[in-house]
């Protein structure tokens, strides 16, 4: 059976109070609208058929280049009917149109096959739940005593009577339907109610009409159809969705020092026995292996944290172009940086205020104290002094430092990219060096200490 998938992204979303489209704001770090985008994904459609609307251009682009997507633009925007009228010539003739909501962003895959089955290409199957706070949703009226009823209708809240506002079953904005009868209830719309607009909800009373069957397919979970309209349902839908991650975690096994003080950003994978404490921020793809420990107040973004790392308060692993990897046992931080191309192999130690960017410390290599690594391949058992740096950029072009296998380097040195410190050399602190130091030798490079007899400090001039 052909399936196509329509997702409604063209409100302007008023109550966000935002220059931004509402489909674009964040929720995991991930905009609403591809959060659905990648569960449409997922369910073998022919084509995905997105529905520009407010802000066409920014939501376009930011979903540009996704296999199998295509936009619409309707403009002005005159209704959830009109909507999906714009989306008709890109629909199969036959088969099966399941529409989505672009500021919906938890719906299930299973659910959204749940709902596609129950449609089967022959029924009209409308996507239901039932809420304590139905305010805002269009109410599912049934036949009989509406309760065990055959659906005959969905009232918008703005045009309900106090009796079916009453109504806790509520329409959820997402359905499935057979495309040739879709493409004819869609041509009879009129938008004779109190806003002046198509409302797609009003195919139901149609279907009906003609004898085709209404069903309804029941959600699991309310959090997989609550919408974001303003910035305190976004806030709530974010907080819902962290507890989700959250759970999952601690069901495999992770420590979580405070669930309500976590948040997942992308994929997070953990080994067993993690401890994850307070305020942790996990960005992009991040793993963590066996007995990884992370502090409070770290932010790790796109790195593999291997077994029995460390990782102390107030770390920030950025690896957003190249990745980072921080080797079994390592232990970082408190307060380190770690950039993209960081490579910590096993039992490294980065101490407070030291940052690393495109640079390999192999085995045992040490970093305790206010430093920088750019650049550089570190080699086994290295001590590298507090203070230190290394100078890779000449202003125009990156420049690599090779430190090779059980060097020592003093405090406050300065190493001039390119170059290569022998092993087992020694640089004396406070040293610039510019050229290779050779191996096993005390290298030395600093100004003569004098002290200048009689020399007096300038006095400020009285005025």
């Known amino acids: 059976m052909t399936l196509d998938v329509v997702i409604m992204a063209a409100g302007k979303g008023t109550r966000m109070k935002s220059q931004r489209p509402k489909v674009l704001h964040t929720l995991a770090g991930r905009p609403l609208l591809h959060h659905v985008l ?44 009109h909507a999906v009228q714009q989306a008709l010539p890109r629909l199969a003739e036959a088969g099966t149109t399941l529409i989505l909501n672009g500021d919906v962003p938890l719906i299930e895959a299973a659910t959204a096959q749940t709902l596609v089955a129950a449609c089967a290409g022959e029924r009209l199957a409308l996507l239901t739940i039932e809420l304590q706070d139905p305010t805002g949703y269009g109410r599912i009226v049934r036949s009989g005593d509406g309760r065990g009823g055959h659906v005959v209708g969905i009232v918008e809240h703005k045009d309900a009577t106090p ?3 009453a109504i806790r079953e509520v329409y959820t904005g997402m359905m499935a339907a057979p495309t040739a009868q879709l493409r004819r209830w869609l041509a ?6 109190a806003q002046g607009e198509y409302y797609l909800t009003d195919i139901v009373a149609m279907a009906v009409a003609e004898g085709v069957p209404v069903v ?8 997989e159809v609550l919408g974001v309209n303003s910035p305190a349902q976004l806030a709530d839908l974010e907080r819902r969705y962290q507890r989700r991650e959250a759970e999952r975690l601690m069901e495999a096994g992770v420590r979580l020092a405070d669930p309500a003080r976590f948040d997942v950003r992308g994929r997070l994978v953990c080994g067993t026995d993690v401890e994850i404490d307070v305020n942790c921020v996990f960005e992009g793809e991040v793993r963590l292996g066996d007995g990884v420990r992370i502090g409070a107040n770290c932010c790790i973004r796109n790195a593999e944290i ?37 490579r910590l ?4 130690h980065i101490g407070n205020f030291v940052e690393v960017k495109n640079s390999t410390l192999a085995r045992g290599a040490k970093a305790n104290h206010l430093a920088y690594l750019g650049d550089a391949t570190v080699g086994e058992r290295v001590n590298y002094g507090a203070g230190s740096i290394t100078a ?9 430092t090779v430190i090779e296998a059980d060097v020592h380097v003093g405090s406050n040195c300065v190493l001039v990219a390119p170059v290569t410190i022998g092993a087992g050399a020694t640089i004396g602190g406070g040293s610039t060096i510019s050229k290779d130091a050779p191996a096993g030798q005390l290298t030395v490079a600093r100004a003569k200490q004098v002290t200048i007899p009689g020399w007096q400090r300038p006095q400020k001039k009285k005025a």
Not at 45 to 54: D, S
Not at 216 to 223: D, Q, R
Not at 392 to 399: L, S, T
């Open 345 to 348: 192999g096993p039992e490294v």
């Open 38 to 81: 990648d569960t449409a994904a997922t369910l073998g459609a022919r084509q995905i058929v997105t529905i520009t609307g407010h802000g066409a251009e920014e939501v376009e682009r930011s979903i540009q280049g996704r296999e199998g997507v295509v936009c619409v633009r309707q403009e002005p925007q005159l209704g959830t009917g």
């Open 216 to 223: 309804a397919a029941h959600a699991a979970s309310e959090v």
């Open 306 to 342: 291997q077994a029995g790392a460390v990782i102390h308060p107030y770390t920030h692993i950025d690896g957003e172009s190249g990745g980072v990897i921080v080797g079994e046992g390592a232990l970082v931080g408190p307060f380190a940086r770690l950039r993209p191309g960081a």
């Open 188 to 193: 009879q719309l009129k938008n004779d109610n």
């Open 163 to 165: 009796e079916q506002r």
């Open 392 to 400: 890779n950029y000449d202003g125009a072009n990156k420049h690599r």
